[in-house]
């Protein structure tokens, strides 16, 4: 892997501004989500009066806890639709922003290891195939190929019976990802505001009309939340209920490895997913820890369940040493797909609920909520994400469909 | 890894036990009388507090009975752990 230009140090990439006493469009919470955004208010909708508040600093929550895996091979028409839109959108990203983010389709696998993994699989090819995505159902040889260093042995408790293969999925460098965004949200006009808690929101009658901060309060009628799984503290600040579960999720990464390990490999049923990062460590995660919690770390038995998968599939990793582990809070729905859209307070919108996958949905949630929160009405992709799918009914019940369990 | 007092077995580590969630949401008395939007508060509706939150454990690799604990979410510290309605 040839050594790349390093992209300029963060703190020269965007103003620090004083927050301003009112915005035509306030952002809460300073991510991939929300910088995005920001960015295509400006860009798409010409709204450049825009303030993103971010309670610690820019891109420090689940932006720089996550594994960066981006794919698009989701089972039900909605969601394809809005990571599909997002891949194509991350296929120009470095152009489009002028900078280096390490955007590197270089496959995923998800493998199968039960027949009912077969069968889901299969049948997710199909469907993926059918909106447009690029998806191949591959036999355990082939597995090999791609991944040489991955055990398709039957000797182990759950053997490899094949895979799922998206060719264009792939990993960034998500703290470049989110700089990449600052920095031209910034020269456009955007003010970023660090170290900005909202504490309530200024109403009148149902409608919003601003956002109380430790830093003053800070005037819209049009304020968009973009703040994962601290989502429904924010709105119960505003007096309505979102179907949201904040839980822990874990990640670790090993120490430097030449380069072993060429794609992603993602397993549901043994649950443990790897990539290697471009300096050369294993980036491994699982599942959300099961409880509750707001507390930005997890259990060590999480991890030794995830090694211990890892190891089978992975002989050669037996040896490598654990180098840092960390927790992101994720908000997780009770359907596993994401909320974006209006919701009960007028000029309040809401994008939350990503669960485990908010990071490869960055350009086409921030794509899909800058229309939302520019026309006051949601955009044909979030459309069907909106809030009321609760009451409705018309669930997207990605469980395990999409490939990853939540 | 929680350490987690069973009301019936005592105090065992985290992964002998399942977790069921935000404690003490009744069954609708009369579901019928539900408008959607009741439905779908109860069926989909939990509460989500950053600090102290009454939740259901299952004491799966031991008794395997229900009951109830108060935990703080933030530092995942229990105060107390009860029998609750249903256990």
């Known amino acids: 892997m040839s050594q790349r230009d390093l992209p300029q140090h963060p703190k020269f990439l965007w103003h620090n501004p004083e927050p301003a006493r009112h915005y035509d469009a306030i952002i809460v919470g300073g991510g991939g989500h929300g910088l995005a955004t920001a960015y295509y208010l400006a860009k798409n909708h010409g709204i450049t009066r825009v303030a993103v508040l971010e309670r610690g600093w820019l891109a420090g929550g689940n932006m720089a806890r996550n594994t960066t895996i981006i794919r698009s091979n989701y089972l039900w028409d909605e969601s394809a639709a809005m990571y599909e839109t997002s891949l194509k959108l991350w296929e120009g990203l470095e152009n489009e922003l002028d900078y280096e983010i390490f955007f590197s389709q270089r496959g995923v696998l998800n493998l199968a290891h039960t027949l009912q993994d077969v069968r889901e699989s299969v049948r997710r090819v199909e469907a993926n195939r059918l909106n447009g995505i690029d998806a191949e159902w591959v036999d355990p040889q082939q597995v090999k190929e791609l991944c040489p260093i991955i055990n398709i042995g039957q000797e182990i408790r759950y053997p490899v019976m094949g895979a799922t293969y998206q060719a264009r999925a792939g990993i960034a460098k998500h703290d470049w990802v989110a700089w990449a965004y600052a920095r031209r949200a910034s020269e456009m006009g955007v003010d970023l505001i660090q170290n900005c808690e909202v504490q309530g929101f200024v109403m009148d009658g149902d409608k919003v009309t601003g956002v109380k901060t430790n830093r003053g309060t800070i005037y819209s009628d049009k304020v968009g939340l973009a703040a994962a799984g601290h989502t429904s503290v924010l709105t119960q600040l505003a007096g309505f209920r979102v179907p949201i579960q904040s839980h822990p999720l874990q990640a670790l990464v090993s120490e430097l490895h030449d380069i072993i390990h060429p794609t992603v490999v993602m397993s549901n049923h043994v649950h443990v997913y790897v990539s290697q990062a471009h300096k050369g460590e294993l980036v491994m995660g699982a599942g959300v820890d099961p409880y509750n919690g707001y507390g930005q770390r997890g259990s060590f038995h999480i991890i030794e369940q995830q090694m211990s998968a890892a190891v089978e599939l992975f002989p050669a990793f037996a040896r490598a040493h654990l180098l840092r582990t960390w927790g992101g809070i994720v908000d997780v729905t009770l359907d596993a797909s994401p909320i974006m859209g209006l919701t009960p307070v007028q000029g309040m919108y809401v994008n939350c609920g990503w669960g485990t996958g908010g990071f490869k949905a960055v350009p086409g949630a921030g794509t899909a909520f800058a229309h939302t929160i520019a026309h006051d009405e949601p955009h044909p992709l979030n459309e069907p994400f909106a809030l009321d799918r609760f009451e409705t009914g018309a669930l997207i019940d990605e469980h395990g469909a999409s490939a990853v369990a939540h | ?87």
């Open chain 2, 1 to 87: 890894m929680l350490i987690i007092e069973c009301p019936y077995c005592g105090k065992r580590t985290e992964d002998e036990f399942g977790y069921g969630g935000q404690a003490h949401v009744p069954y609708p008395e009369d579901p019928h009388a539900l408008s959607d939007a009741q439905w779908a508060q109860y069926l989909f509706y939990r509460d989500n507090p950053k600090g102290s939150y009454r939740e259901r454990w299952v004491h799966s690799a031991g008794c395997r009975k229900w009951f109830n604990a108060v935990r703080d979410t933030r530092t995942y510290e229990i105060t107390s752990t009860y029998l609750g309605a249903g256990s």
